[in-house]
């Protein structure tokens, strides 16, 4: 679809980003809670124009049986994009970075949540990318917070997610796709504000330790944010009108 | 969803209780579809899309188009390919890794029906023959699973192909090229509908749901166009049909086709 030109401007003069942010704002984000008929938890969440949906089964049986572990309950995690979610179509079948997201998530997700109640079994956390715009793994990780919330699965805090980066010479945060393309700087924040624990913690590009310190900073700022969202979406789903759908 | 439980063997000998009496479960009449939800252009960053309900079945079509070869003996004509996958999150007995047998005939039925309805005018898909074509790829995904995936996952297709605006190449030397703000509607001269039934002891349901498809002995699906004409026809389950019945089953196809039709035309033009 041809390269990116350089006409395109991260920052203007006044400090206002490509799509129309300013550097310390998020994109919209919008995160609703169940919504999954036969999911035990579901979650689905709009990040800009993210959009991903995230199901979660279990405590249940594990299949292969030789991964259970007869001591606590595991955790698995399976972020997948549909080949409808980005530019060029997607071949369906997991790419390495798809392998290594599920990863990240899965081990940022961990420390949250407390299985070891439910010996020998596994709960499982499927994460579907309908459409990606820059920022999927934040956005999941915290969808998927939510869908476990929503599961019954105990949990010491729920992880909130949030990019920060670094374009046009400036820390911003909520990195979007055009300027995790053409910025400095991507670095995806997974965090737990009750417990003041950072669970995800990638970077790619260059941060001086002054631009890394404040960089981070911004990340778990911008976690704060999303908790507050998840936390609302789980209030939305429990606490008005009854409850359960 | 070939899972077999012992409450679906519980559940059978009530669902055909009530069929007895003309009755169903959820209270629709034996010849009623469930409710069509359509929300078109539901992935904005898709050549077209479309998020289709059927009762608490769910499934998203996202359309991508993008220049292709065309295939050796067919250098007049694009090419269109319609593929289906259940996803994990769906349904608790669905596991990751390849698709069985079931989700290749879904895919397959379902691709067969919006092909073979020839919805998508392919002949006019061609940017030089035998060099170069366009491709049209319909994906379609299930996000929630209550029965009857082969409709759900032909709405979808419908819907998302209806809404899908076709990007304009042109050959250059350096191949196909992207002519800027030239889209236009996908050729499309059809609406294909295919419509399901179960057939549950000597009683024959339109749309089963999740109970209802874990109790049928058979099914049968059948796509009408526009014209109604059918197009496609799909024949599944343990048990068999007969004669009577396959024909009832072409009536009902026709009837509740054309509701479902304007169904998704509606949705699409209010999208």
Not at chain 1, 14 to 42: F, H, Q, T, Y
Not at chain 1, 107 to 136: C, N
Not at chain 2, 246 to 252: N, Q
Request: glycine share 8%; aromatic share 4%; charged share 25%.
């Amino acid at each position: 679809m041809g390269g990116r030109e350089s006409t395109l401007v991260l920052l203007d003069e006044n400090g206002i980003r490509c799509d129309g942010r300013k550097v310390d704002e998020p994109r919209r984000i919008m995160i609703k809670a169940g919504g999954l008929k036969n999911a035990d938890g579901s979650a689905y969440i709009e990040f800009g124009d993210n959009k991903i949906l995230v199901g979660v089964f279990g405590p249940r049986d594990v299949h292969p049986k030789h991964m259970s572990n007869t001591d606590t309950g595991i955790l698995r995690v399976r972020y997948h994009m549909e080949p409808f979610s980005v530019g060029e179509r997607k071949n369906p079948a997991p790419s390495r970075r798809e392998i290594e997201i599920s990863k990240v998530i899965k081990e940022a997700l961990l420390p949250a949540v407390i299985l070891d109640k439910f010996p020998r079994t596994a709960v499982d956390v499927f994460i579907e990318v309908l459409q990606a715009d820059g920022g999927t793994r934040c956005a999941a990780l915290a969808a998927a917070s939510v869908a476990l919330a929503d599961a019954g699965i105990p949990m010491r805090d729920m992880v909130a997610a949030c990019a920060a980066g670094k374009a046009a010479d400036t820390i911003i945060l909520d990195v979007n796709n055009e300027e995790d393309q053409a910025g400095q700087a991507d670095m995806p924040v997974g965090y737990m504000p009750n417990l003041d624990k950072i669970t995800l913690l990638q970077l790619d590009g260059v941060l001086s330790p002054e631009e890394f310190k404040k960089c981070v900073k911004v990340g778990v700022d911008g976690c704060k944010l999303v908790y507050e969202l998840q936390k609302k979406a789980l209030h939305e789903k429990y606490f008005q009108n009854g409850g359960d759908q | 969803m070939a899972q077999h439980s012992v409450i679906d063997d519980l559940k059978k000998s009530k669902i055909l209780e009530l069929l007895d009496q003309g009755k169903r479960m959820d209270g629709r009449g034996l010849d009623e579809p469930r409710k069509v939800t359509v929300e078109v252009n539901a992935i904005p960053k898709a050549n077209g899309s479309a998020r289709v309900k059927l009762g608490d079945t769910e499934t998203i079509c996202g359309v991508k188009i993008q220049p292709d070869r065309p295939f050796p003996d067919m250098g007049d004509k694009g090419i269109f390919i319609c593929t289906a996958e259940l996803l994990p999150l769906s349904h608790p007995s669905v596991e990751t890794g390849p698709p069985n047998p079931d989700v290749i005939e879904l895919a397959r039925v379902v691709d067969r029906g919006v092909r073979e309805s020839h919805m998508v005018d392919v002949s006019e898909l061609v940017i030089e023959k035998n060099k170069s074509v366009v491709g049209v790829f319909a994906d379609i995904v299930v996000v929630d699973y209550d029965g009857n995936l082969f409709d759900a996952c032909s709405y979808a297709a419908t819907a998302a192909l209806l809404n899908t605006k076709m990007p304009k190449w042109e050959m250059t030397d350096d191949g196909p090229t992207l002519v800027e703000g030239a889209e236009s509607d996908l050729p499309t001269t059809t609406i294909p509908v295919s419509i399901t039934m179960a057939k549950i002891g000597n009683h024959i349901v339109v749309d089963p749901n999740g109970d209802e498809w874990a109790s049928m002995d058979c099914r049968v699906t059948i796509t009408t166009d526009s014209d109604g004409n059918i197009v496609a026809m799909q024949k599944g389950g343990e048990d068999g049909f007969t004669l009577d019945e396959i024909i009832k089953c072409g009536d009902l196809s026709i009837k509740a086709g054309t509701q479902i039709r304007e169904t998704l035309k509606n949705a699409v033009k209010a999208g």
